[in-house]
């Protein structure tokens, strides 16, 4: 079965980087963009990007330009997320989310999420 | 940016009823919205895009409406299951945006 699985909960300080991961079995990784997803505590969903999983080219949203990196580890059917100079704002969870059949932007799996907290 | 707009914010229902949410964009999108649940420990779960089109899976008590700038979620015949968050999304233009959410909650 189709499952993404995300890294654990991560604690930083203002200023540190994190990288998370979002691991894909049960389909061919090449075939299906990846998307990422941020929530910030008790708020909404908040699209952040997305990752062309056989070219590799990401597209980031305007919000989400500069500090926020998307890469891919192909041959381990992972997409990473790193995010660098940490702001206390980063403080959310983030969703990896594969692209469905039908449209690039209608997401039909996701991963658990993962716990960023950033805090001195 | 496409804004989308829920209500309820809050919804308190019994098992066995039905209920409605309700999501508006700031612009036409056609029929170009899909909606998402939300569980605790949990990964979201796609239900419908397209506006009505049921991704494989969804129990058929979950249905879509609307097309333009208004859309609405019906689930009949409430489970336990079903109780959680639920977001609306429009997957019509360049961002994709997320209404803020409705929290069903057992009454």
């Known amino acids: 079965q189709i499952q993404l699985v995300q890294s654990g909960p991560e604690l930083k300080k203002p200023g540190e980087s994190v990288k998370i991961s979002c691991k894909a079995s049960?389909?061919?990784?090449?075939?299906?963009?990846m998307h990422w997803v941020k929530q910030a505590p008790g708020k909404g969903l908040k699209w952040m990007g997305w990752?062309?999983?056989?070219?590799?080219?990401?597209t980031y949203a305007d919000d989400f330009k500069g500090r926020f990196v998307f890469s891919l580890e192909a041959s381990a059917s992972t997409a990473n997320l790193q995010i660098s100079n940490l702001k206390n704002e980063d403080t959310a969870t983030y969703f990896c989310?594969?692209?469905?059949?039908?449209?690039?932007?209608?997401?039909?799996?996701w991963g658990q999420g993962v716990m960023v907290t950033v805090s001195s | 940016d496409v804004q989308m707009t829920q209500s309820p914010s809050n919804l308190a229902a019994s098992p066995g009823e039905s209920v409605s949410i309700n999501c508006k964009a700031s612009k036409s999108i056609s029929k170009y919205l899909a909606w998402y649940q939300q569980k605790p420990g949990k990964a979201n779960k796609l239900l419908i895009y397209s506006g009505s089109t049921l991704q494989s899976g969804t129990p058929s008590r979950f249905s879509g409406s609307g097309s333009g700038t208004d859309f609405t979620l019906t689930i009949r015949n409430l489970e336990p299951e079903d109780f959680g968050l639920y977001y609306c999304q429009q997957h019509n233009e360049y961002p994709p945006t997320f209404g803020a959410g409705t929290k069903l909650e057992l009454k």
């Open positions: 989310a594969r692209r469905g059949v039908y449209n690039n932007y209608v997401f039909d799996y």
């Open positions: 990752i062309n999983t056989y070219t590799g080219k990401p």
């Open positions: 049960g389909y061919t990784f090449t075939d299906y963009a």
